[in-house]
């Protein structure tokens, strides 16, 4: 076999705002619909060639964690169940979401992130939001990590995620990628900076602009 096609981690764990599929409730049935978008596509794929490879050790179902809209009350491990990810929702209040995805990331760091300044609303009390959402994802992921396993974690939603799993599980095998690399001028700025020190991994997608006369 192929060196490239070999794999050294027992597990694949991802750590993103979405889970791949929304969990969606009518009257009283809870049933799955998988979210649209490049990277929901991509594990997939990488999903289905870990499948095609029973010589690995590489446990083909990856683990996903992500948030949930509906009520824990609804929702069991039959509900969750599917041929691809092992599902991990992590429920965030309404009111802490409200400052964290819709304040902190949405109001203020994508406007930054895409080169509008003038767009972006800061807030002290987004912070604390982001802050204790990252809390909640840390809380049920270190239910879930097992030794070897890898731990991705994406996007700007979970900035502080790593540190946070690094300070519980010290030798956890954490990568990160981010689709942006501006982080000037955001409220919590160094905070955010100093979490990719307990990264293992960090990836970066930096988008060149050129201006042709």
């Known amino acids: 076999m192929n060196e490239q096609n070999q794999f050294h981690y027992s597990r694949i764990v991802i750590a993103a705002y979405r889970l791949p599929f929304k969990i969606v409730s009518k009257k009283d049935k ?7 978008g490049g990277f929901v596509s991509a594990m997939l ?15 083909h179902k990856i683990v996903w964690a992500g948030t949930k809209e509906v009520s824990s009350e ?3 491990d039959k509900n969750l169940e599917n041929s691809e990810f092992d599902l991990c929702p992590v429920s965030i209040p309404e009111n802490i979401n409200n400052k964290y995805y819709g304040g902190f990331c949405n109001n203020l760091i ?12 800061n807030d002290n009390s987004y912070f604390d939001a ?21 731990i991705w974690i994406h996007d ?6 790593p540190y946070m ?45 050129h201006n042709i006369f």
């Open 156 to 161: 700007y939603q979970l900035f502080l995620l």
């Open 45 to 59: 794929a990488l999903s289905q060639k870990m499948k095609n490879n029973p010589d690995n050790n590489l446990k």
């Open 130 to 150: 982001y802050q204790k959402a990252n809390e909640l994802f840390c809380d049920e992921l270190i239910k879930i990590i097992k030794p070897n396993d890898f």
């Open 165 to 209: 799993i690094r300070k519980k599980i010290p030798e956890a095998v954490i990568g990160f990628f981010l689709k942006y690399s501006e982080l000037c001028h955001v409220n919590g700025e160094k905070k955010l900076l100093m979490e990719f020190w307990a990264l293992t991994l960090l990836g970066f997608i930096l988008m060149i602009i």
């Open 74 to 76: 609804k929702l069991s």
């Open 30 to 36: 809870v049933s799955l619909v998988q979210n649209s």
């Open 110 to 121: 994508w406007p930054l992130f895409h080169y509008f300044p003038s767009l972006s609303v």
